[in-house]
């Protein structure tokens, strides 16, 4: 069965899957343009600081995907409010294309966003793109690095999201990191680390559920263990690695996780 492989932030594959990419649009736009042309003075003013970030979408010349969004709400700000706009810039001037606003959620609070213009052919005439929203949580002793992939299309109508929680961590990887004590007394304490480390590819299969191109999110987990002293971590000691598959169908609507059902 033949496959496309996509690592999740790796763009070079996304170069060599699409000639052209890499090509920027004529009359790129500026961050100053994209935010006139979005909001008025008037609600950027008091809607506060927004961020943007925008990419050219060089598997439609002349087309950029811009995603906006504020301070993040919620518990540990853990939800945010991103507006997805797809722009065109190959006319007279820069236009909307379409843009809708999704409550972006993710497990810890999200530090920064980026745009993924890898060719995600997901049916015959269907490509998506990707928003990766990157996050940090840490504490006393221990931190975790973290990413997701959710899919977007642009409809006749709409941006419509497809997918979620495809893929994790920079360049495709979760990574938590964690400090502690073994105690092997009341009095005696070792000072130890672990380091777990998953990272996850995207496979576009050659398989239709309801005339879309079958997903599978593949993640290989890691784990690494040793004392700890003033340098650092020493001597580390790893474990097996652990396969695991997730199988993604579409429903008609969007693609659903079949381990979920």
């Known amino acids: 069965m033949r496959r496309r492989i996509y690592f999740a932030g790796l763009m070079m594959l996304a170069v060599l899957a699409n000639p052209g990419a890499g090509a920027e649009p004529r009359g790129k736009p500026t961050e100053e343009q994209i935010a006139r042309l979005l909001y008025p003075d008037m609600e950027l003013a008091s809607a506060g600081r927004r961020h943007f970030i925008y990419k ?8 950029s995907i811009v995603a906006s969004y504020g301070k993040p709400e919620g518990k540990g700000g853990a939800v945010l409010r991103v507006e997805i706009a797809v722009l065109s810039s190959d006319g007279a001037g820069l236009t909307v294309i379409s843009r809708n606003t999704f409550r972006y959620t993710i497990g810890f609070g999200v530090d920064k966003l980026q745009i993924d213009t890898a060719n995600y052919q997901i049916a015959g005439a269907v490509t998506a793109f990707g928003l ?3 996050s940090l949580y840490a504490g006393s002793g221990y931190e975790h690095h973290y990413e997701s992939l959710d899919l977007f299309v642009l409809g006749s109508n709409a941006i419509n999201h497809v997918a979620g ?3 994790f961590g920079d360049n495709g990887s979760i990574e938590s990191h964690n400090e502690y004590s073994y105690c092997n007394s009341a009095s005696l304490c070792d000072p130890v680390w672990t380091r777990d480390i998953a990272k996850t590819i995207v496979i576009v299969t050659s398989n239709r559920t309801n005339g879309y191109f079958d997903l599978i999110a593949k993640t290989t987990k890691t784990e690494e263990s040793g ?5 650092g971590p020493t001597a580390t000691e790893k474990a097996p690695p652990e396969t695991t598959t997730r199988l993604f169908r579409w429903d008609g609507e969007k693609y659903q996780d079949e381990q979920e059902k």
């Open 56 to 63: 050219a979408w060089a598997k439609f010349p002349g087309r």
């Open 132 to 134: 990766r929203a990157f």
């Open 165 to 167: 929680n495809l893929a």
């Open 227 to 231: 004392p700890l002293d003033a340098s």
